[in-house]
């Protein structure tokens, strides 16, 4: 299985709901992402988990809160977001033997809509 | 600091003409190099890559790029486009030691029939 698979495919929210997307990989990857990416735009890093652990958050705002109950899942927590955050969220998992972190492969994708 | 660039933002093309889209890298370590592909309302795909050996490197699709060290440059390449090329093409270099992917801006490609 050389699959990053994500849930949901869409997402509407209003700024008051809350809201998870997940993620989750089977090639026994230990080091997992967040990006966020606005259309036409690169992906932009928001979080690196690196066995279970978050190893990098690229300054992103609290209302975001990432959460790795285990080496194949990754989830994005969503509370009291903006219109601004209306983006395509994507999850990509990789190596990461003995520090040394590997190829990336990305999922889908969320698109997120915040009204 | 970590950067890639694309020279190129927006690139037209009939059909069969060749193409050559250029990427410049600024990274002080191993370099781990990347072409991805992001077809219209599609998810990001890799094209290539290049971690070491030989520096030009075949890709999917009929795809490749020469990773030239001395130019700090990862440019692709395909001898003749078609229709279904049209897509937004992204460099992106590897800092191996955090796992951070750092993407260029992007080349959004247009080829008419």
């Known amino acids: 299985d050389t699959e990053v698979t994500q849930t949901p495919k869409h997402l509407v929210m209003g700024m008051t709901n809350k809201k998870s997307l997940k993620c989750e990989q089977h090639m026994g990857h230990r080091a997992m992402y967040w990006y966020k990416q606005k259309a036409k735009k690169p992906p932009e890093l928001m979080f690196v988990y690196s066995y279970e652990k978050l190893s990098i958050n690229e300054s992103v705002p609290s209302r975001f809160s990432p959460e790795c109950p285990n080496s194949s899942l990754l989830n994005l927590h969503l509370h009291a977001l903006q219109p601004e955050d209306s983006a395509l969220y994507l999850c990509?998992?990789?190596?990461?033997?003995?520090?040394?972190?590997?190829?990336?492969?990305f999922g889908p994708g969320t698109r997120l809509t915040v009204l | 600091a970590q950067s890639v660039s694309q020279h190129n933002h927006h690139v037209i093309l009939s059909e069969a003409a060749s193409l050559e889209l250029g990427c410049n890298y600024s990274?002080?370590?191993?370099?781990?190099l990347f072409w991805y592909v992001q077809y219209p309302g599609q998810h990001l795909q890799l094209l290539l890559k290049?971690?070491?050996?030989?520096?030009l490197v075949k890709g999917i699709k009929g795809f490749e790029a020469e990773f030239i060290k001395s130019k700090f440059s990862f440019n692709l390449r395909k001898p003749s486009v078609q229709w279904s090329d049209t897509a937004e093409y992204f460099c992106a270099v590897l800092s191996s030691n955090t796992g951070k992917l750092i993407f260029g801006q992007g080349t959004t490609l247009q080829v008419k029939p």
């Open positions: 990509a998992s990789s190596q990461a033997e003995t520090g040394v972190f590997s190829e990336q492969f």
């Open positions: 990274y002080g370590g191993t370099v781990n």
């Open positions: 290049y971690f070491s050996g030989d520096p």
